[in-house]
Structure formats: C-alpha cells, structure tokens
C-alpha cells in the first residue's frame, strides 16, 4: 500500500513557475515508477511526466517538456513537479500516481493516486 498526498497548488500569473510535492508513505514507494498526470475541466485526464524507481531517466508529454521537470527524493519518499513558464492551459487538478507496472503514460498502469491539488494559470 501506498499514500499519496499532493501539495503545492495554487494561483499564479502565466510566466511564472511553481513546484508541487507529493508525499508518499509506505514501504513500497522507493521500488514503484511514479508520476504525475492532470485533469482539466471538460477534458480527459492526461500524463504529464513520469520517472521509474531508479531516477535514472524520466518522460514528459510533448505539452509540458522543457518546462517542467519531474524528480523525487526517495529517502524524503517524495516526487516533485517544478513547473517553469506556465500558460494558462496548464490549469489543472494535478495528481501524483505510483506503479509497479513500469514507467508508463497510462493511468490505468498506476495502482495508487492522490486527491489532487490545483494549478490555476491567469492570463
């Protein structure tokens, strides 16, 4: 079993930047891929970035590469999201996800989610 609790969301004009955190508690995490994925109202949820267990590379929806970076600290048992130059498309809920399937980009591959935090981008 793993619990998952995001944190971080919040307000913030288009340019700017924010870093979300998800807080992980279980003994399974640091052995788990993990990742992020959002929701936006009136639209499917989508992946936004992922890293395996190891750290040892990561991927990124084509939307968000080179303006976010995903990372995690497994001795905090935590994965990060910093979030650079956001648009106003970028506004969001935002969940974090653990797996042990793999690193992957569908959501029905992660076993475990949080409840979501909220990104809103102003224009």
């Known amino acids: 079993q793993v619990q998952l609790v995001e944190s971080g969301g919040g307000l913030v004009q288009a340019g700017g930047s924010l870093r979300l955190s998800c807080a992980a508690a279980?003994?399974?995490?640091?052995?788990?891929?993990v990742g992020w994925f959002r929701q936006a109202p009136g639209k499917d949820r989508e992946f936004v970035a992922g890293i395996p267990s190891s750290g040892a590379n990561t991927i990124y929806a084509g939307s968000v590469k080179g303006r976010f970076t995903v990372s995690r600290d497994n001795a905090k048992m935590t994965l990060y999201l910093q979030m650079n130059s956001l648009k106003p498309e970028d506004t969001a809920v935002y969940y974090c996800?653990?797996?042990?399937?793999?690193?992957?980009?569908?959501?029905?591959?992660?076993?475990?989610w949080g409840q979501g935090t909220q990104v809103t981008v102003s224009s």
């Open positions: 996800v653990a797996g042990s399937v793999g690193l992957t980009m569908l959501f029905g591959d992660y076993s475990y």
């Open positions: 279980g003994r399974t995490f640091t052995s788990y891929s």
